[in-house]
């Protein structure tokens, strides 16, 4: 429980000292680019890329079947 509260901890003082650094900033990007990527949207587009390779490589064997 020791190294769980030293954690929280550490997280809490570190996310004071950003939002800190942040008030001290003139001007501030959109929130978009402060947040993390959602992990769904990026599993999404990993399984697109998977997907879109297959089709690839599919689309070559068919062609080396045509010749």
């Known amino acids: 429980m020791?190294?769980?509260a030293?954690?929280?901890q550490e997280?809490?003082?570190v996310l004071a000292h950003q939002v800190e650094m942040m008030?001290?900033?003139k001007s501030l990007r959109?929130?978009?680019h402060y947040l993390?990527?959602?992990q769904e949207a990026t599993k999404r587009n990993d399984a697109m890329a998977v997907l879109a390779?297959?089709?690839r490589m599919q689309a070559r064997q068919n062609?080396?079947?045509g010749r």
């Open 36 to 38: 993390p990527k959602s």
């Open 53 to 55: 390779m297959m089709k």
């Open 63 to 65: 062609d080396d079947k």
């Open 2 to 4: 020791r190294g769980r």
């Open 30 to 32: 959109a929130v978009k």
């Open 6 to 8: 030293k954690g929280s």
């Open 11 to 13: 997280r809490i003082i």
């Open 23 to 25: 008030a001290r900033q």
